[in-house]
């Protein structure tokens, strides 16, 4: 690369030690017919504003659907025992390109009218919980024979029937808690909650999300541990060990043509190689009959022909549709749990907000931008109820850490990688695929998965003084009660009955739900025991939310596309709104707008200067 600034000749150029790299410097030119940003941080090879090649989005779109392919595949897979599919791959294929499909949707709908950051939208954790938490509810048991390979027939009505009430009831829950989320989203509401809720009910919440799912994952990598510990061995080698290991592979530039270039390659796709090498070695124990032929022997779900059959019968192309399990069916049980997870969801986008703005050089996002992309998350959870996932969407914090290895904060990749899950969702053969990955090779992914996402909640207590004994109360009780209480409730729902039964349905509902029940108590603790701002966290916290002071970069990041806004739809009744961007000068929001003037001097170095304009 140009020492002095100029651009690569290529986006797959290389550094002079021959690694593969991005554009990283002359962001105040115009880099393969791409005209950069002046503004875009000197670290990114593409800031957020920034264009890359259309081949270029394309390719990087592809890599942040390869990142959320563990997250999205893994959510319908924990479900289907729970709806009663656990003999079923052909409908959990189904359920695999239906959450492709609306995953796309509401990751167009955040880049172009939510919060306009870079972020992924997928199926989410926090709702996985009280999902399963109602269909343990009595009503809402699998029969006996359904967990019968051997009596189960896919095709028959009474079968149909019995998965598909199950998932219209999730369904239903899941459109009413989504007006929730739309509800505190676009009144503001999100802004007001965030003043009381602190690291010490985040840290709960968050890693409450993942702890109770240790069961499923532990039972499904107990159908073989030798594969289980296998794949957990080669995530651990791939995305610690071998992450800065650069692999040679062959590149085309306008410079050098063809040539061999080096690539993180392990630290990129960790998950996926781990999974595709565990996959593999399933098929060859598979096809020497090293793995046991009886379905009663222990190891045999190992196997890669126990769901060969799928691959034949899934439909080439399909298209999923609105309504396509039925007319949704609500229960009060349901929408309160969901309500709960919904809470947890909102609480942890929020931070990806800044995260992501962090990384990709963009300011903080003003309040006008998170009440619209909690708003356009509700708005997604209710398409995915409408359509059947089984669960909703959320901003994937996986995604987000992907911006900061790839440095590409580009919006218009994340567009591109909406357009790939679109299209990802009418490949009927793609659901089907990953619906065939043996059992134990989804346990070893799961144990991992979720041993980070309990870290990632762990992880905003640094902002809290943990040497305060009030403050280990706090965490400690939350967490060891967010365990303990579900786990007593499930072993004797008996005992909460208040004689309605839709209250005991709700009651239990709530308290199997175990980041419902950590999180209401940290927040309750932590709001009502004295302790100082410093101490509760909540200064570091402030500081992390503050407002830009970049008012005319704040207006092209967070600001409505085509216009809206600022040409079109100006009236004072629409700046009332508290989801609309700011006209007026008010701290955070846009009204003084500075006109950036920039020269450059003949060393490539700019310079700077600043005139003020009312807009």
């Not at 809290?464 to 060891?480: A, E, K, P, T």
Request: proline fraction near 6%; aromatic fraction near 10%.
């Amino acid at each position: 690369m140009n020492s002095a600034g100029g651009s690569c000749e290529s986006p797959d150029c290389m550094r002079g030690d021959g690694v593969l790299s991005l554009h990283t410097e002359g962001q105040g030119k115009k880099q393969d017919g791409v005209q950069k940003d002046p503004n875009s941080n000197s670290n990114l090879a593409y800031g957020i504003l920034d264009s890359p090649p259309w081949y270029l989005c394309i390719f990087l779109g592809i890599q942040h659907f390869l990142t959320a392919l563990g997250g999205l595949v893994a959510v319908p897979l924990i479900l289907a025992k729970d709806l009663c599919l656990q003999h079923d791959p052909l409908t959990q294929s189904y359920l695999i390109s239906t959450i492709f499909f609306v995953s796309g949707i509401c990751t167009l709908l955040q880049v172009f009218l939510g919060v306009r950051l870079p972020i992924l939208q997928g199926g989410t954790f926090a709702f996985v919980a009280p999902s399963l938490a109602m269909l343990s509810l009595p009503a809402w048991k699998c029969p006996e024979w359904t967990l019968n390979a051997s009596q189960v027939n896919t095709s028959s009505p009474e079968f149909i029937e019995e998965w598909q009430k199950r998932i219209r009831e999730l369904q239903g829950a899941i459109m009413v808690a989504s007006c929730v989320q739309m509800l505190v989203g676009f009144s503001g509401l999100i802004g007001f909650l965030m003043r009381f809720i602190g690291p010490l009910t985040i840290a709960p919440t968050i890693s409450l999300v993942a702890l109770p799912l240790f069961d499923s994952a532990g039972s499904d990598a107990g159908i073989h541990w030798g594969i289980s510990a296998l794949t957990i061995f080669l995530i651990v080698l791939f995305s610690q060990y071998l992450k800065n290991v650069m692999v040679p592979v062959p590149v085309y530039g306008r410079r050098k043509k063809c040539h061999i270039s080096r690539f993180n390659l392990f630290q990129v796709f960790p998950v996926l190689l781990a999974l595709c090498l565990s996959w593999l070695f399933c098929f060859v124990l598979t096809v020497t009959n090293t793995l046991p032929e009886s379905p009663t022997a222990y190891g045999y779900m190992a196997r890669t022909d126990t769901k060969g059959s799928v691959l034949s019968q899934a439909p080439w192309f399909r298209f999923p549709y609105p309504g396509q399990w039925g007319l949704p069916t609500i229960s009060l049980a349901g929408v309160f749990g969901i309500i709960a997870g919904v809470i947890s969801s909102m609480v942890e986008s929020v931070g990806d907000y800044h995260a992501c703005a962090r990384l990709v050089g963009a300011p903080p996002p003003p309040k006008h931008a998170i009440n619209r992309g909690i708003g356009i998350e509700g708005l997604g959870c209710l398409l995915a109820g409408a359509w059947g996932t089984g669960n909703g969407t959320t901003s994937y914090s996986e995604n987000v850490g992907a911006l900061g290895i790839t440095r590409v904060g580009s919006r218009m990749v994340i567009v591109a990688a909406g357009c790939v899950l679109l299209v990802m969702g009418m490949f009927g053969k793609i659901g089907a695929a990953f619906a065939t990955i043996p059992t134990p090779v989804i346990g070893g992914m799961f144990l991992v998965m979720f041993g980070i996402i309990s870290a990632v909640g762990i992880s905003n207590l640094q902002y809290v003084d943990m040497n305060s004994s009030r403050n280990l109360f706090v965490f400690g009780f939350s967490i060891y009660c967010g365990l303990a209480i579900p786990n007593w409730v499930n072993k004797n729902p008996e005992k909460l009955q208040t004689g309605i039964l839709q209250l005991d349905q709700v009651i239990q509902v709530l308290l199997t739900t175990g980041m419902f029940v950590g999180g209401f108590l940290g927040f309750v603790l932590d709001n009502t025991i004295p302790g100082s701002l410093e101490e509760r966290g909540l200064l570091a916290w402030s500081k992390i939310q503050e407002d830009s002071e970049e008012s005319s970069k704040v207006s092209k990041v967070y600001g409505l596309p085509w216009g809206i806004g600022t040409k079109f739809c100006t009236s004072s009744c629409t700046r009332l709104l508290p989801f609309w961007p700011r006209l007026d000068h008010h701290r955070d929001e846009v009204g003084v707008s500075q006109l950036t003037l920039c020269s450059q001097t003949s060393s490539g170095n700019h310079l700077w200067s600043a005139t003020e304009t009312k807009m």
